[in-house]
């Protein structure tokens, strides 16, 4: 059974910085594609960032410059470390774990931006 549990999210002043971690458990990790999605209020899941196994990184437009996603295969953990945040990166975090024949998903952490 594989779980991703994430860690890290809370409520934040605009410009401010959260470290989220994303502990994965069973032998996927290091063979996946790790991402971080987000979902605000009334709105669908978009992607935030993802990372191969290469160590590849993507990253939104919104994300660009602010975000930053790495992976520790040693630790089966994923992070994003995310700074200059704003009211508008309001939203559960997601991380999911991922290749051609699955995907799997935590169950997400809030992260709120205050003005």
């Known amino acids: 059974q594989v779980q991703l549990v994430e860690s890290g999210g809370g409520l934040v002043q605009a410009g401010g910085s959260l470290r989220l971690s994303c502990a994965a458990s069973?032998?996927?990790?290091?063979?996946?594609?790790m991402g971080w999605y987000r979902q605000a209020p009334g709105e669908q899941r978009e992607l935030v960032a993802t990372?191969?196994?290469?160590?590849?990184?993507n990253y939104a437009d919104s994300a660009k410059g602010r975000f930053t996603i790495s992976r520790e295969n040693a630790k089966n953990t994923v992070y994003l470390q995310m700074n200059s945040l704003k009211p508008e990166d309001t939203a559960v975090y997601y991380c999911?774990?991922?290749?051609?024949?699955?995907?799997?998903w935590g169950q997400g952490t809030q992260v709120t931006v205050s003005s």
């Open positions: 999911n774990a991922g290749a051609m024949w699955y995907t799997y």
């Open positions: 069973g032998s996927i990790f290091s063979r996946s594609v």
């Open positions: 990372i191969t196994t290469a160590g590849a990184t």
